[in-house]
């Protein structure tokens, strides 16, 4: 049977802890821990990009002419990505790129990842349909009309939930691993058999997707309200700086999605 242990996820006292690179003897309960926690990166982060409005210039390559044909966000973002590579930042397993091709080698000495990942596994990336989501479908749910001039600073903070996305999506590695190892035998048959569907089932766990909707819309609800000193409740004249209905839209629609897209396209290459 696969693992159902550690249904119940974190405690608010796991909230506030640091995370911690993936101990060797990888546990779900570990994996999920580090999912809640990414969970706050990315509510900060939609609510650092709706201080912008959309900004659409940002997206359209015209404001560039000497970049051919790439859009502001675009050139930031691939710009973004050789320095940080640079610097080491896709050493680190949990980081995967939005293009790879040509990224300079790191010029850093490198510091010593665990190697959780089955090597044939370690390469998936959805990271093309978290951008095409991100930007055709999320963006403009959580960002009011409107031209501040601002280009950069919102490529900046777009960049900056894109990666927490990815982040948290490819964390999928982790889950499949682990779930690869708690019960090798059921995931070995559908491997072999290349049954995605029967991969999807086993992977899956309702309970703990309604857990998680229901965590993110209220972390969006907590995280979003202006502070006062005054002592108030939630109600429905309650202004949030990021809708928490499209924060537990994002995460029912694509980031759940594309989490077990990971794991499926993971456990595929996990016997190769
Ligand atoms: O926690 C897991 O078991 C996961 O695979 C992660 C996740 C999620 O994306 O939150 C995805 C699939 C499961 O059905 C439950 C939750």
């Known amino acids: 049977m696969a693992s159902t242990e550690h249904f119940t996820t974190a405690t608010s006292e796991m909230d506030e802890e640091k995370e911690a690179p993936p101990p060797q003897d990888l546990t779900l ?9 990414q969970e706050d990166s990315i509510v900060f982060a939609l609510i650092e990009r709706a201080r912008f409005p959309y900004n ?5 390559p015209s404001l560039l002419p000497q970049q051919g044909g790439r859009s502001l966000v675009e050139a930031f973002a691939r710009g973004a990505e050789v320095l940080q590579a640079k610097f080491g930042r896709y050493q680190n397993p949990e980081e995967v790129p939005f293009f790879p091709d040509d990224l300079p080698a790191p010029s850093v000495i490198p510091y ?19 951008w095409n989501m991100y930007f055709n479908d999320l963006l403009p749910l959580f960002t009011v009309e409107g031209d501040d001039g601002n280009y ?12 927490a996305l990815s ?11 682990v779930k690869f190892r708690d019960a090798p035998q059921d995931y070995m048959t559908a491997i072999c058999a290349k049954d995605r569907d029967a991969l999807m089932k086993l992977l899956t766990f309702e309970a ?7 965590r993110v819309l209220k972390k969006a609800m907590v995280f979003g309200q202006t502070v006062t000193l005054e002592d108030k409740t939630f109600d429905d004249e309650t ?5 928490p209905a499209v924060v537990a839209r994002l995460y029912d629609e694509w980031v759940i999605p594309l989490t077990k897209d990971v794991e499926v396209e993971y456990l595929l290459r996990r016997l190769d």
């Open 29 to 37: 309960g570990w994996v999920r821990d580090a999912l809640v926690r």
């Open 56 to 60: 659409a210039p940002a997206y359209d």
């Open 112 to 130: 010593n990842f665990p190697e959780v990942f089955h090597p044939a596994s370690a390469y998936v990336t959805e990271n093309n349909a978290i």
């Open 152 to 163: 950069t600073s919102t490529a900046a903070a777009d960049l900056v939930c894109l990666q």
């Open 167 to 177: 982040r948290r999506i490819h964390y999928g590695k982790y889950v499949a691993e």
């Open 208 to 214: 703990v997707e309604e857990m998680v909707k229901r």
């Open 239 to 243: 202004k949030y700086k990021v809708d």
